[in-house]
């Protein structure tokens, strides 16, 4: 008997697991609300853990060959010296996979095309998920025809982002999101005519720039700041608060037209008790939305995608979707946790308290730097995906 899920949502972590639950023989459909997939952003950070999940559904070279290797980076003070270093040689040497950069959009376009014409449905805006014991039926509106249509289907995965509808659908009682007193601003740079020569985030006090190379010799740029409240729409120049910031950031400025900024109050959301309700899954933002500051929001997404289509192929739906539960809460909220702590001490406003973070993150070798991301970046998929990796699960 065919197997089917419908996917609400059409970014990264619904493409993604669209695309595992394919290769596993399900029939899927992908619900997404905006009139098209095209992913709205600047870049993105794909780290060893999410390259090694990017090569069980065989998308890991396409990304890298629509990406950057990146060489090194690490944190630098507000005077530009370096706090501490990262190697991306001693990252493959250690993990298997380099980190690489890749625009947003290039990465959704990978996997959209790595779906039949059909699967994707644009412009459809979920409105009820009714979750039986034995099927699952979503009803929603087709906005670019204005009629009413339902699907059935044997799970549904929420896929739908920070504030998902799936999550207030299926889990009435779960948490808000909450702003977490950071608005952050991104941006891709116009080509350069020199190559950026590292990637680096440089910590100020009550605020943070980050920056590295795209293809093309352009540079995404991405800082945050701290507010007592959301600050909404752009308003005005935000990034020229950076203008005085150590080299390249001037030079970077410059060649970033202020028309491109993407402004977002970032928000994150508190532990959920359950990633699951009867034939209902939760996966990315719907599930574990966190602070950008470990740059591991889309990788535990494309972790969540293989890890439940693996659990979807070898279990029946109920069963499955509890083991998929105890497989990524646990870790999805640690690094939740993790990156929440990270954003706290990067936006430490107080001059004692900066001072003393750079004193400490300087004096740290660099093999306790790597030891504490070993956690993060050591995951690997089920040997049922592969059986190639000899990298232990975390």
Excluded at 5 to 18: E, F, K
Excluded at 136 to 163: K, N, P, T
Excluded at 253 to 262: E, H, I, K, M, S
Excluded at 377 to 391: D, I, K, Y
Aim: hydrophobic share 40%; proline share 7%.
């Amino acid at each position: 008997m065919e197997r089917t899920a419908v996917v609400v949502g059409g970014g990264i972590g619904g493409l993604a697991v669209a695309v595992a639950l394919r290769a596993r023989r399900w029939r899927v459909r992908v619900l997404e609300r905006a009139p098209g997939v095209d992913e709205v952003g600047a870049g993105i950070s794909l780290w060893p853990n999410a390259m090694r999940a990017l090569r069980v559904i065989g998308l890991d070279e396409l990304v890298r060959d629509v990406g950057v290797v990146e060489s090194g980076g690490g944190v630098r003070d507000r005077d530009g010296r370096w706090l501490s270093r990262v190697d991306n040689a001693e990252l493959v040497r250690r993990h298997g996979h380099p980190l690489v950069v890749s625009h947003r959009r290039d990465l959704v376009r990978v996997l959209a095309d790595a779906l039949p014409d059909g699967v994707v449905m644009p412009g459809c805006r979920v409105v009820d998920v009714h979750n039986g014991d034995r099927r699952v039926v979503v009803d929603y509106v087709a906005e670019h025809r204005g009629v009413e249509d339902s699907v059935e289907a044997d799970v549904v995965i929420g896929a739908d982002g920070v504030r998902s509808t799936v999550r207030g659908l299926c889990l009435p009682n779960a948490p808000e999101p909450r702003y977490t007193g950071h608005t952050a601003w991104r941006v891709v740079t116009d080509p350069l005519d020199e190559p950026l020569e590292s990637a680096a985030v440089v910590w100020g006090r009550g605020a943070r720039f980050g920056y590295t190379a795209l293809p093309g010799n352009r540079v995404y740029c991405f800082a945050a700041a701290s507010f007592d409240e959301p600050q909404g729409a752009v308003v005005g120049r935000p990034l020229d608060r950076f203008a005085r910031w150590p080299d390249p950031i001037p030079r970077l400025l410059d060649a970033a037209p202020p028309t491109r900024v993407v402004q977002h109050d970032i928000y994150d959301l508190p532990p959920l008790r359950s990633f699951t309700q009867g034939r209902m899954a939760l996966l990315g933002d719907a599930a574990h939305a966190m602070s950008p500051a470990l740059g591991q929001g889309a990788c535990q997404a494309l972790e969540d995608a293989v890890v439940l289509a693996d659990c979807l192929d070898h279990d029946p739906v109920p069963s499955a979707l509890t083991r998929y539960d105890h497989r990524r809460r646990r870790r999805a909220q640690l690094v939740a946790r993790r990156s929440a702590r990270l954003s706290t001490v990067s936006h430490w406003s107080g001059p004692f308290g900066a001072r003393t973070r750079d004193a400490v993150t300087r004096a740290l070798p660099e093999f306790v730097t790597m030891a504490s991301m070993a956690r993060l970046l050591r995951w690997t998929p089920s040997r049922t995906w592969t059986e190639t990796s000899q990298v232990p699960d975390a």
